[in-house]
């Protein structure tokens, strides 16, 4: 009776083992840093063509320092990205914007169009779901 029991429980084993799902590298969470990887990196590529303040890759933040394009050199931007999950969703990444215009010697806070920031979400969250999908093929 022990022995059938034992069998049972190994071929039991055996069984929970062989169901167990394989490791997808492109499941949202795929991560060693602190939160979703694709979205980081989107996040990363999206603004690379500005100066980088900080890169907090466990706290999901990116702050960029004042960017201004070479065509209105009297206008200036400044961004931080905040990644709030582990899980690849529209509402995981955040976008925060400051406009400056040249106004005499200085500079002179002005408002950003929310369309600018919801763009910019757009573009990340378009570039994380295109990592993704790049990691599936492989």
Not at 61 to 83: C, F, G, L
Not at 85 to 94: F, S, W, Y
Request: overall charge positive; some cysteine; hydrophobic content about 45%.
């Amino acid at each position: 009776m022990i022995a059938a029991v034992a069998i049972v429980a190994l071929v039991g084993g055996c069984a929970h083992k062989r169901a167990r799902p394989t490791l997808d590298l492109a499941a949202s969470k795929v991560t060693t840093i602190g939160v979703n990887s694709y979205l980081w990196r989107a996040s990363l590529d999206t603004l690379s063509f500005m100066p980088l303040l900080q890169a907090d890759s466990n706290g999901g933040v990116i702050v960029t320092d004042w960017y201004a394009n070479p065509k209105n050199p009297s206008e200036r931007i400044k961004v931080t990205v905040s990644i709030l999950d582990q899980d690849l969703r529209a509402d995981a990444v955040r976008v925060a914007a400051s406009r400056q215009v040249a106004q005499g010697a200085g500079w002179v806070d002005a408002p950003i169009q929310a369309a600018t920031v919801q763009k910019l979400e757009d573009i990340i969250l378009t570039k994380a779901r295109d990592l993704r999908r790049q990691t599936i093929r492989g």
